[in-house]
């Protein structure tokens, strides 16, 4: 899972976007519980570990929306720019 998060970290920085849909393709949630299950010494350890985890991802997993979002915007802003342009020159 720490691979994960560090090549999700690395997608987001480099706002890389297919690399962050094939990596969100690539997420086992239940393989990584059931190998901090296996890691883990007591409930609690579990606990924490599982927990400290999903709330990276939920962090990166916003962060990835609100890139997506800026990146969407951005390309609706510049269609509307080109659309102003060609009519200006249309006309």
Do not use: C, P, V
Request: hydrophobic share 40%; aromatic share 6%; no cysteine.
């Amino acid at each position: 899972m720490k691979k994960w998060l560090d090549d999700f970290k690395l997608a987001l920085i480099q706002e890389n976007i297919e690399n962050l849909e094939s990596l969100l393709d690539d997420l086992d949630l239940k393989g990584f519980a059931i190998n901090a299950a296996k890691k883990s010494k007591n409930d609690d350890e579990l606990r924490e570990n599982i927990n400290d985890t999903l709330i990276q991802i939920q962090a990166l997993l916003q962060e990835a929306t609100n890139l997506i979002i800026a990146k969407k915007d951005n390309k609706a802003h510049d269609i509307q720019k080109f659309q102003k342009a060609l009519k200006y020159f249309n006309s």
